[in-house]
């Protein structure tokens, strides 16, 4: 499915014929495209569809932002901003990240402006396509085509306004019926509103409209919905409502995880049975913009994959994460970061001697970050400083499941532009084994503490079977993980070990700050990471997440200056923040 749409190839796809007139002032202008002319047949429609679905990448177009800051990956708002990631390379590079990563972004940082016009730039989308199939006759399409496309839009505007409220929570929800979209967020008492019940009616319709299986790759079904669903009533706290969606997802029979852990992030393997919701992406086929343009930024520095620019480097704190007892092969849940730290390289130069750790870790530690003397998929070990770009500032590991192997090279990724970082690996919004964890922590709410268990040893039994990074015949360390061998003795056992799990599994996958905000333990939790990793990086001695403040970045100024209604803005900014 093609994925960037301008206007000149909408009017080339649909074909209109222009016709002359008696005057030339009755012609309409050469590639003008209007709703009327989209409206008139379905495969106006479709392409209005397709253009909503192009934004889940984050990345609409420059004079929306930045591609960085919308990434539909959440590097910034989801794994620096949770601790899973610093924002590496150097410190006058992208600066505008140090604040989010910090918590002490102010209302007109770029990266809020790219997060916030590409999203609602595909809301705008999605309910130009509800409006078109809604128009089309049904001469020209039958009722189960258009209840499933407008399942789909249904789908991608609840998908967009979600990931809004994930990063700003208090957004106007902007439907295709009205009249001016400058609404607000607050009603007439001044309250913010929720906009979590709109959410759920959206994808509550789109479940009904979906169907089973689509023929398309990447194209919302009746599942994906239902993922999405259970996830939102996570946030609302309604564990039994959740548990149903996931319930339903699971015995669809539509999903499995993959045998081999690191499948789901090799380009060569797209849209397999753990994927729920995968971004498509592309290079090399005569589209553009296609490529991964929100984690360009995201490879080692230097001569190794990539070739740019060294941001989202692993932390410390994440590293030592994976850091398990070597006989029984389980996590330490409370003690990981205060029991010595995965050695690094970091401050020797590539000439310098330098073994790597040889303490038990759980083997997708090295399926997620690059680190000296490991192999980095097929680029050979891991040199260190040298693809690094500021060690001191940066830290001495490397991102690695947006990575493409040396062998996929002009292939998987662009054969020319500045750089080989734009690749056709398709962004996991959602895979399965997120799914399972998410079930589990219902599971765990509702005091099923065996299956949360056995859904838990699910995930840890791939990683045990098919994680394992390889030194030509032998492991590249010292690997174990084992599963939980009893159910989980308690609910407080049983929550830490399920949040433990998401991290580990879903490291660098942009969810961490979220958990943590859904968990309700963000500012516990990062202001540790601040007092701990500010030792090994001077700047993060200045983070600080303030409870009630910190769980939400302010509203973009540029938004709430365009708000403006009878000289007065309709948009109220986010509590703590100055205008």
């Known amino acids: 499915m093609k994925r960037k749409i301008s206007l000149v190839s909408v009017a080339l796809l649909l074909g209109f014929a222009i016709s002359c007139s008696d005057s030339f002032l009755n012609t309409r202008p050469y590639g003008a495209v209007t709703q009327q002319l989209l409206n008139a047949n379905e495969s106006g429609a479709s392409t209005l569809l397709i253009a909503a679905y192009s934004n889940l990448d984050g990345f609409s177009g420059w004079d929306n932002g930045n591609p960085w800051g919308g990434a539909g990956s959440n590097w ?153 669903l259970g996830y939102v009533k996570l946030w609302q706290k309604d564990y039994a409502g959740a548990k149903a969606q996931f319930d339903a997802v699971v015995n669809s029979g539509l999903y499995s995880l993959n045998a081999n852990y690191h499948d789901n992030f090799n380009p060569a393997f797209r849209n397999t049975a753990e994927g729920i919701l995968e971004v498509q992406q592309s290079v090399n086929d005569g ?71 040889a303490g038990t870790v759980d083997p997708r530690l090295d399926w997620t970050v690059g680190r000296r003397g490991i192999p980095y998929l097929d680029w050979g070990k891991h040199p260190g400083v040298a693809w690094t770009r500021a060690q001191n500032y940066g830290g001495p590991y490397s991102p690695k499941k947006n990575v493409y192997y040396l062998s996929q090279e002009n292939t998987f990724t662009a054969a020319s532009g500045w750089t080989k970082g734009y690749n056709s690996n398709n962004t996991k919004l959602m895979r399965y084994a997120d799914l399972l964890l998410l079930l589990a922590e219902c599971e765990v709410e509702l005091n099923n503490l065996a299956t949360a268990t056995s859904l838990v040893n699910q995930v840890r039994n791939r990683a045990k079977n098919g994680s394992k990074v390889m030194d030509g015949a032998v492991p590249a360390a010292n690997y174990k993980v084992e599963p939980y061998p009893a159910t989980f003795a308690n609910q407080t056992d049983a929550r830490k070990a ?52 910190s769980e939400r970045s302010p509203i973009p100024q540029g938004a709430i200056n365009a708000s403006s209604k009878d000289s007065k803005a309709t948009l109220k900014q986010n509590p703590g923040y100055a205008n």
């Open 287 to 357: 589209t553009t913009d296609n490529g991964n343009n929100g984690d360009v930024l995201n490879f080692p520095y230097g001569g190794g994959p990539g070739g740019c620019c060294g941001f989202h480097q692993p932390s410390q704190n994440l590293v030592n994460a994976f850091k398990v007892d070597a006989t029984t092969g389980l996590p330490d849940w409370d003690n990981f970061d205060s029991t010595g730290d995965v050695t690094s390289d970091e401050g020797l130069a590539g000439s310098d001697p330098f073994t790597p750790y």
């Open 76 to 228: 910034t708002w989801g794994s620096v901003a949770g601790g899973d990631a610093y924002k590496g390379s150097e410190a006058n590079d992208q600066p505008d990240v140090t604040p989010i990563e910090l918590h002490l972004t102010v209302p007109n940082n770029p990266y809020l402006e790219g997060k916030w016009r590409n999203y609602y730039d595909g809301i705008q989308r999605a309910n130009k396509a509800i409006l078109a199939y809604s128009a089309l006759d049904a001469a020209v399409i039958t009722d189960t085509r258009r209840n499933t496309a407008l399942g789909e839009a249904k789908f991608l505007r609840a998908f967009y306004h979600l990931d809004l409220y994930k990063v700003f929570q208090n957004v106007p929800y902007i439907t295709e019926d009205l009249a001016d979209v400058r609404i607000g967020n607050t009603n007439a008492a001044g309250e913010y509103i929720d906009i979590l019940p709109s959410i759920v009616a959206d994808l509550e319709d789109a479940v009904a409209k979906l169907p089973a299986t689509q023929s398309d790759p990447g194209r919302a079904k009746k599942t994906t919905a239902q993922a999405y």
């Open 498 to 549: 399920v949040q433990y799990e998401r991290r580990i599994e879903l490291g660098m996958e942009g969810h961490r700050f979220f958990d943590l905000v859904r968990w309700g333990i963000a500012a516990q939790v990062k202001n540790a990471y601040f007092a701990s990793e500010g030792l090994k990086r001077g700047y993060l001695k200045n983070g600080s997440f303030v409870a009630g403040k």
